[in-house]
């Protein structure tokens, strides 16, 4: 678990690493938008960028891209400049109301988007993975809000990328549709390709990301995978029917934070609720009605986010 001055992971990670931020800052007039991120993602992680409005998740995704200069500190992606990544086709990105072209088809504007790189997947293909092959011929104004989403995946895919940089990109799509996207995304980070995505969907870095980065005021106030930043908040609970529970059995369960025992009914919070279970078992194998619950990212979400400014 790293904090806002993260360490690098170790050298050979940092070396090839994907993405890496350095001492990042971007300030707009008094905002200071993104204040200090260092962040070492490699290649193969998918990495969800949450925060609330305004932590400056999409700062921090523009200059990735190259497309806003940091007042401080670096970026690069596999060891390039962002704009060198980008000129060799290692970045796509899929961003916030990203343009598409009017009275191209989507057909047309993948075509266009492939020929300026030099390896491009074939259309068809982008087109495949992006789910909109039965697209390929409408034109851009006549694409609904989420089939929008979808070629600038498609756009977004056509380099054959070794990072895809998404910027809340199921915003428009309805539940169906992001599904059918993040199974999309599956295909492409199966082959061990990289992805950083920001997202207001707590329950899309539960399921889709290796990685959350907790993002507030232009800080990282945590870092680590999804258990590790719920656990952060507190863990899991655990309910149950003990007999023969004893209050001090209880207490000595590993991982637990605290606890309630009323008659046979223990009620208790853990930060490791698998070791708590496994021992609970073991100790009292007559243990029913057992019920584990997540705190859930956004439980750990809105803990972590709305502490007082620091
Ligand atoms: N071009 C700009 N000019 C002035 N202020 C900006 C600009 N871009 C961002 N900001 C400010 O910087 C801060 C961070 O914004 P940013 O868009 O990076 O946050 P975010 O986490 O992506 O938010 P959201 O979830 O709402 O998209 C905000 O206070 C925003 O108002």
Redesign the pocket.
């Known amino acids: 678990m790293n904090g806002t001055s993260s360490p690098p992971r170790d050298a050979a990670v940092t070396a090839g690493a994907a993405v890496r931020l350095s001492g990042l800052r971007k300030s707009?007039?008094e905002?200071r938008?993104?204040d200090g991120v260092d962040l070492t993602i490699a290649p193969g992680e998918v990495v969800a960028l949450l925060?609330?409005?305004?932590?400056?998740?999409?700062?921090?995704v523009d200059m990735i891209l190259g497309l806003t200069m940091p007042d401080a500190g670096s970026v690069t992606v596999f060891g390039a400049a962002p704009a060198d990544a980008v000129k060799a086709g290692a970045i796509g990105a899929m961003l916030?109301g990203g343009a598409l072209l009017e009275d191209a088809t989507v057909g047309e504007m993948v075509a266009m988007v492939a020929s300026l790189h030099r390896n491009p997947m074939p259309v068809g293909e982008a087109l495949a993975r992006a789910g909109i092959e039965d697209l390929a011929n409408r034109r851009g104004s006549k694409l609904s809000g989420g089939q929008k989403q979808r070629a600038r995946f498609a756009v977004a895919l056509v380099s054959d990328p070794d990072v895809l940089l998404l910027d809340?990109p199921t915003a428009a799509m309805d539940v169906g549709s992001r599904r059918e996207f993040w199974r999309a995304m599956q295909t492409f980070t199966d082959s061990g390709r990289t992805v950083v995505f920001?997202t207001?969907y707590l329950e899309e870095a539960e399921e889709f990301a290796d990685r959350v980065v907790l993002?507030r005021a232009?800080h990282v106030v945590a870092d680590g995978s999804v258990a590790q930043v719920r656990a952060l908040a507190g863990g899991r609970t655990l309910r149950a029917v003990v007999p023969g529970a004893t209050e001090a059995a209880v207490a000595d369960l590993p991982g637990v934070t605290e606890y309630q025992l009323r008659g046979q009914r223990i009620a208790l919070s853990s930060k490791d609720s698998d070791a708590t279970l496994r021992a609970l078992l073991a100790a009292f194998p007559a243990a029913h009605d057992i019920e584990i619950a997540a705190i859930g990212l956004e439980g750990a979400f809105l803990s972590l986010t709305s502490e007082e400014e620091s």
Do not use: D, F, L, R
């Not at 925060?51 to 921090?60: E, M, R, V």
């Open positions: 707009y007039g905002v938008a993104v925060g609330p409005n305004g932590a400056g998740k999409s700062t921090t916030q809340e920001a207001h993002m232009g």
